[in-house]
């Protein structure tokens, strides 16, 4: 990432049809235009559909569009379920808390820093 500020997101308790709407409509407005880092907070989720599940895909897409990156963070119990038995959490990096997911896109720009800022020695 080219150190952009991370956007942070906390989903409501329902992600339904309606509240997916809502959300899309102002990450498009917030998106940063390059390398946007993206974490999404679940932990408050209580009931999600396919429509949320939906949202969580769509989110992926704008930001990959974008050449950035969504990580999924501190995910309910009723999430991770969801998450699970659709094999959604095969296609999301998915981290225990929010501060966590923001610390790996750090990490992410230091190791790029430490392979661009070492030269290859020259060969004779």
């Known amino acids: 990432m080219n150190g952009e500020a ?8 329902r992600l339904d049809a309606r509240e997916t709407r809502a959300f899309l409509r ?3 407005a917030e998106l940063n235009p390059d ?11 209580e009931q999600m559909d ?3 599940l939906d949202m969580l895909l769509q989110c992926m897409l704008e930001v990959s ?3 950035g990156s969504v990580k999924l963070a501190g995910i309910s119990p009723e999430a991770a379920t969801v998450l699970e038995l659709t094999r959604m959490d095969q296609i999301f990096e998915m981290f225990p808390t929010v501060s966590e997911a923001a610390s790996s896109f750090k990490v992410a720009r230091v190791d790029t820093l430490s392979d661009e800022a070492s030269p290859q020695p020259a060969v004779a």
Do not use: F, N, W
């Open 50 to 52: 396919t429509a949320g």
């Open 6 to 13: 991370v956007t942070y997101v906390r989903i409501p308790k």
């Open 26 to 28: 102002e990450l498009k």
């Open 65 to 67: 569009k974008r050449d």
């Open 35 to 45: 390398h946007p880092c993206m974490v999404v907070d679940l932990s408050q989720v």
